[in-house]
């Protein structure tokens, strides 16, 4: 026996462990118990806080795809099994996976601190399954963050390394558990889906949005006007209201090796942009314009560069004259994304990039 400080997350336990040297003589049941007893003991009824990721502490936790619906959480000894009635997807929205959440399941939390030989330890739940304090916090870029208040019924361990015919009891020795409520609050991040890569053109250009805010609020004359703007837009009239403004950059960014000369600011350049969430609504409308041609300037990004071109408005169109919008008319998560054209050298290829999604939120 000796004193270990034993960090989990959130909270700082000083706790009196059994420390299991890596030895050919397994640890007997007693000993195992004792410590799983002496870390309840040391919770002093409090609640067992961590924080869930990934070996290094800061990666989120890997996740195994069961099918499209159905994930698995998986590290060392840990195995958290998590459900959905739809597919995630990365365009998804929070709001859209918190309704579509159907259980997550705690199937093997280790007891902490206790790693013995031969033995695996786990935190037992009453339930196999269950939604009731689970609180999907966020979604970025496939990562999902899980709070899970609930609690434990039991700590058990059995050993590992014995082969039993199916149907018959545990020897005496080799398994034990431990009845006692033991509250949790853990936050779970763990990778559901692979990191999005964004589209890459042959010449090393690819491109994104950049959000200076991500949060904006909802303008009293949007709020439920969703209806009345797509009926105007339908006539191939305005819009009844102005599209919202806000603050992103759209980056060309050259992660090839040569210089990129491109042709912007003409009739062969600009961005159009698509909104997706719970109150969108997008379309364009007619305007007069010019019938000359103009062609733009040439622009060289230099490899590792960047070009930044202001997005200002969910407004937009050719020659900077709004002929297109985008329209959030209720409060929710958005997505946005941008498909940028331009010329290839000197008036030479078209070429056309759309950006990942980028995750709004409007209160």
């Known amino acids: 026996m000796k004193l270990k400080t034993l960090t989990l997350g959130l909270m700082t336990l000083s706790a009196c462990l ?12 007693d000993e195992v118990r004792l410590a799983a ?16 990721r990934a070996k290094d502490g800061v990666s989120p936790l890997p996740a195994k795809a069961v099918n499209d619906h159905l994930f698995a959480f998986q590290e060392g000894d840990l195995y958290i099994g998590i459900g959905f009635s739809k597919p995630p997807k990365p365009e998804s929205t929070l709001a859209e996976l918190r309704s579509t959440l159907m259980h997550i399941a705690l199937d093997r939390v280790p007891v902490p601190g206790v790693k013995a030989a031969n033995w695996d330890t786990r935190l037992m739940t009453p339930v196999s399954s269950f939604k009731e304090g689970v609180t999907l916090e966020s979604w970025n870029d496939g990562v999902l963050r899980v ?7 039991a700590a058990a361990g059995n050993r590992t390394d014995l082969i039993l015919p199916m149907d018959t009891a545990m020897p005496e020795g080799t398994y034990f558990q431990i009845r006692r409520p033991i509250k949790a609050d853990l936050l779970i991040e763990g990778r559901l889906l692979a990191a999005a890569v964004p589209q890459k053109h042959a010449c090393g250009l690819t491109a994104s949005l950049a959000a200076k805010t991500g949060a904006y609020t909802l303008a009293p004359e949007l709020k439920g006007a969703g209806e009345a703007i797509a009926k105007t837009l339908a006539a191939h009239e305005k819009p009844v209201a102005a ?33 997706q969430g719970p109150g969108a609504v997008c379309g364009d ?4 314009m010019t019938m000359e041609f103009r062609s733009g300037r040439p622009v060289t990004i230099a490899p590792g560069a960047v070009m930044s ?14 002929s297109a919008g985008c329209w959030w008319t209720v409060p929710g998560e958005y997505t ?15 070429v056309s990039l759309t950006t990942l999604p980028l995750k709004l939120t409007v209160k």
């Open 309 to 322: 071109v202001p997005v200002k408005s969910l407004a937009f169109g050719p020659r900077d004259i709004a």
């Open 37 to 52: 007893e002496k870390w309840i003991y040391g919770l002093q009824g409090k609640a067992y806080k961590a924080e869930l």
């Open 336 to 350: 946005l994304t941008a498909t940028v054209h331009f010329g290839l050298g000197g008036g030479g290829e078209a």
């Open 285 to 288: 409308w007619p305007v007069m």
């Open 18 to 29: 059994t420390a299991f040297p890596e030895q050919a003589v397994t640890p007997t049941c």
């Open 147 to 153: 709070r899970v208040q609930s609690s434990f019924f």
């Open 243 to 275: 599209a919202p403004a806000i603050d992103l950059e759209l980056v060309l960014k050259n992660e090839g090796g040569k210089p990129v000369t491109i042709q912007w600011g003409g009739d062969v350049s600009g961005y159009k942009l698509a909104l």
